[in-house]
């Protein structure tokens, strides 16, 4: 094998373990949750979505959640509560999750393009976070066919979990600025 070839097999066997590693760590995160009030529980899920866009960009961020969703949709309970199968995904948390998609997709495109400058990236973070929300709202008031409005919607799955995903963001963005040179490589 020449010197060019194995480059490359070494950056693919990195980007394999980066992925996966994201995959495993938004698994994890998801499991550490706190009930609240209107049964959607606060999970650690979107800080690690919007961790894995920061730090492997789009493409790679993206990956890392599809696979976790992938994992997820066959059964493996890696959604909240220990769940799993497609089921989680029909029921009314699984607008959230296909939101995390495209929170990755945004985040890690901003963050790619701006190397992870402070003010971008927080603002990245924070509007793919929106980007869920909306997700997640729209797939709340189709899952009850109309009966909720989006006002209570809004009030029921934004308005509450808005100062955590404020503190998600604060801490995704330390920690993606501390770990940016070590996992870029």
Known sequence: ???????TAKNIAIDVAYVSLFAALIAVCTWISFPFASGIAVTLQTFAVILAAALLGWKRGTLSVLIYIALGA????????????????????????????FTALLVGIVCEKTKLKTLPMILSMAAGILVCYAFGTAWFCIYFRGDKTIGYALLTCVVPYIPFDAIKVALASLIAKRLYGKIRS
Do not use: A, C, D, Q
């Open 74 to 101: 066959v059964g493996v309970p890696v959604f909240s509560g220990f769940r799993g199968g497609l089921s989680v995904l029909g029921g009314v948390t699984g607008g959230y999750i296909v939101g995390f998609i």
């Open 1 to 7: 094998m020449n010197e060019k070839h194995k480059k």
